[in-house]
């Protein structure tokens, strides 16, 4: 078949969820409770239309079902999460048998529906107790998540050959002690640094961990939501601006992931505002000594800044946001149900970017999507014709190819997510799955876009 855009074999094509968001279940097989469990006791108003995680998708009873239509949409591989608190309840201790069955049970169904299980430990859940004793402001925690991912290695690693320590460690940093959408809710930022710092010593402890357990073929890797910074023009204000926002939103994870040290420019702006978070003796070793193999890119949007148009106030709390202020291009195409801009070039930029930078480590698009409010004006003969989602990824599929045909190291694209689950604090609102779900009946049903993506999948193209 001639294709236009044909991707270079063995190309990785499926998709991404997490546990809270797809398993449900939330209070049974044993699980105990994380920070979404309790935050929607507490708060059930934050919720869009007040709907918690106590059901989700229920993958948790139909993953069986689930797997096999991702083996119908040529999915070969798929890249969910563990729930830290389905595993370990306590977030230390002991372990929970109904757990380890199940997932099990999810791997080797994978396995044997031809899809790659590529795991991931932590995707913004931390378990209840552990949060109760600090969360990630306590190096407890993060000696906690050392032994969780080590019991997840000794259990799976000999099926499971890809691993992720963390997704978008950034986001429980700005929701949870920035900006205000996780909880704890604390706005703190030198909290914030802490927490960023502390995750990313945990990430390194699981990645030392994994290179000791010597897993045959094995790679380790760290899923990272890169937002390229774009300046409103090239006025060394606006240029400054946007170099400021990578280095806190970017580099701040990346460069300690990938190159083993923090950026020495996010170091002196941090110490000379007195933010710098608190360090033990053998942390910079231990980064330096334990970097990724694999980076997972999530892409949904890009960052545009500019300079400050008035000087922040000097005894308000200190916030990355002193430095730049959020610029909005004229003409930007918008995703209007998420509020969040579409540009297709940025993951080529992104990609560029980590082979000019980062040593042109071994990537993929471990996430990229599209949420839409009301799918169901666009049912046809009993089908969502999301026409809009198949152009959306088939524009980034573009700057991808274009990437790798310039000798980028991009081996897959997942899209965030296969069937539509509950997104964190907006629930059930804008839908992202190839398959819908029914959230009363549970039902799951093929939008379009599934069986365009299996066409691509097949054909390793479009
Ligand atoms: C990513 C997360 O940030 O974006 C997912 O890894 C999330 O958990 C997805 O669901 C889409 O964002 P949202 O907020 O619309 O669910």
Same mark, same amino acid.
């Given at each position: 078949m001639s294709l236009q855009y044909r991707f270079p074999e063995g190309f990785w094509w499926g998709s991404a969820a997490s546990a809270t968001q797809t398993e449900g279940a939330a209070s049974d097989g044993g699980k105990g409770k994380n920070i979404w469990? &309790?935050? &929607?006791?507490?708060?059930?108003n934050r919720f869009f239309e007040e709907v918690g995680p106590e059901t989700t998708s229920d $993958? +948790?009873? %139909?993953y069986k079902e689930d797997i096999q239509l991702m083996n119908q949409i040529g999915h070969n591989s798929f890249r969910p999460s563990i729930s830290w608190s389905r595993l370990i309840p306590s977030g230390t201790g002991e372990v929970n048998q109904e757990a380890v069955d199940f997932y099990n =049970?999810?791997?080797d169904e994978l396995i044997a529906n031809d899809v790659e299980p590529f795991i991931n430990l932590f995707h913004f859940d931390m378990p209840l107790?552990?949060? @109760? %004793? #600090?969360g990630w402001e306590s190096r407890e925690v993060v000696e906690a998540y050392t032994v969780? /991912? %080590?019991t997840c290695f000794e259990l799976f690693g000999d099926r499971v050959k890809k691993w992720f320590t963390f997704n978008e460690p950034i986001v429980p940093v700005e929701g949870g002690y920035l900006y205000d959408f996780h909880y704890p809710n604390v706005v703190d930022a030198k909290k914030a640094f802490q927490v960023a710092y502390n995750t990313m010593i945990a990430h390194a402890k699981a990645v030392k961990e994994f290179k000791s357990l010597d897993v045959k073929d094995g790679k380790i890797g760290i899923i990272l939501n890169l937002t390229p910074s774009y300046p409103r023009s090239q006025n060394p204000a606006d240029l400054k601006a946007s170099h400021i926002a990578d280095l806190f939103f970017n580099r701040s994870f990346l460069d300690p992931a990938v190159l083993g040290? +923090?950026?020495? @420019?996010l170091i002196d702006l941090l110490q000379e505002h007195g933010q710098l978070p608190s360090t033990v003796t053998g942390d910079a070793e231990l980064l330096k000594n334990n970097t990724v193999d694999l980076l997972g890119v999530n892409y949904y949007q890009p960052r545009r800044v500019k300079a400050k148009e008035s000087l922040p106030n000097p005894?308000?709390? $200190?916030?990355p946001d002193w430095f730049f202020d959020n610029y909005e291009m004229p003409g930007r195409k918008m995703n209007i149900y998420r509020g969040w801009e579409i540009y297709e070039k940025g993951i080529y930029d992104i990609m560029i970017n980590l082979k000019e930078n980062y040593g042109n480590i071994e990537s993929f698009i471990s996430e990229n999507g599209m949420g839409v409010q009301d799918e169901a004006r666009f049912i046809k003969d009993g089908r969502i014709e999301d026409d809009y989602r198949i152009e959306f990824i088939q524009g980034h599929l573009k700057w991808l190819y274009k990437a790798? @045909? @310039? #000798?980028? =190291? /991009?081996r897959g694209y997942h899209l965030w997510t296969f069937m539509d689950n509950w997104s964190w604090s907006n629930a059930y609102k804008n839908r992202y799955g190839f398959f819908s779900v029914d959230i009363e009946t549970k039902e799951r049903t093929a939008k379009k876009s599934a069986s365009w993506f299996a066409d691509v999948s097949n054909n390793n193209g479009f």
């Open positions: 469990d &309790y935050w &929607y006791q507490q708060q059930p $993958f +948790y009873h %139909k =049970n999810v791997i107790e552990l949060q @109760e %004793k #600090g969780y /991912a %080590k040290e +923090y950026p020495q @420019e005894y308000s709390p $200190f916030m790798i @045909e @310039e #000798g980028c =190291n /991009a």
